[in-house]
């Protein structure tokens, strides 16, 4: 049981790539969350899925796309990579909305 | 909007003995839930208390217990007999009872607790 997982751990990217975050959860959860997590600001919902078919920003969503794949998998893609994204991003699921929130290990994320 | 704050940026304690952390917010909201993360340096965020707003009795768990106070939108958390592994940066969030977006958590900005010997 590995619980939430992230890949890749570490990222760096040059303005203007693209590149997908991938999350899995094996906890059956129904559903999960993005967050990014900048310095002196705590952690910041970007997008979330409330449950398998269904996904909505959150406080910070422009420059993302999300993809709910199926009830495991929950991926974040930057289309075009900026400096400004450049920060460490965590994914979380809950057996329902509103339940405790169990976090992966995170993707720091370097844009140059 | 709902703000969490944490004024207290750095704290140190020393082993084996008790440190309480600080965190208020600001809600309009009767029904909520308050949570403690620790964060150490390997970045995962693990939950270490959670307090469902409707219930008077403050949370405990083992050495962790948090002080409750409703009406002063405070929620303390007290560390007893602390261990070297408890060093690292702990974060106070609130969660609305709601769904949909109201269902994100929304964190403070973490308070770097230093254990010494």
């Known amino acids: 049981n590995a619980g939430v997982t992230q890949t890749p751990k570490f990222q760096v990217l040059k303005t203007g790539q693209s590149m997908t975050l991938q999350c899995a959860q094996d906890m059956n959860h129904n559903s999960m969350y993005w967050y990014r997590q900048d310095p002196g600001m705590g952690l910041r919902l970007i997008y979330y899925?409330?449950?398998?078919?269904?996904?909505d920003k959150g406080e910070v969503p422009n420059g993302y796309n999300v993809s709910r794949l199926n009830k495991r998998e929950f991926s974040l893609r930057l289309e075009s990579a900026a400096p400004s994204q450049t920060s460490v991003y965590f994914c979380?699921?809950?057996?329902?909305?509103?339940?405790?929130?169990?976090f992966g290990p995170g993707t720091r994320l370097t844009v140059l | 909007a709902q703000t969490v704050t944490q004024s207290q940026p750095e704290m140190s304690v020393q082993e084996a003995e008790t440190v309480t952390l600080s965190c208020t917010y600001d809600t309009s909201e009767s029904d909520y839930y308050l949570f403690w993360y620790k964060q150490p340096p390997s970045r995962q965020m693990i939950l270490v208390i959670r307090q469902e707003a409707y219930k008077q009795q403050n949370a405990t768990e083992n050495r962790f217990s948090v002080n409750f106070q409703k009406a002063a939108k405070s929620f303390s958390l007290k560390i007893s007999d602390s261990q070297l592994g408890d060093a690292a940066m702990y974060f106070c969030?609130?969660?609305?009872?709601?769904?949909?977006?109201?269902?994100?958590?929304?964190f403070g900005t973490g308070t770097r607790l230093q254990v010494t010997l």
């Open positions: 899925s409330a449950s398998e078919g269904t996904t």
């Open positions: 979380a699921s809950s057996a329902r909305q509103g339940g405790t929130q169990y």
């Open positions: 969030a609130y969660r609305s009872a709601g769904t949909g977006t109201a269902s994100k958590l929304t």
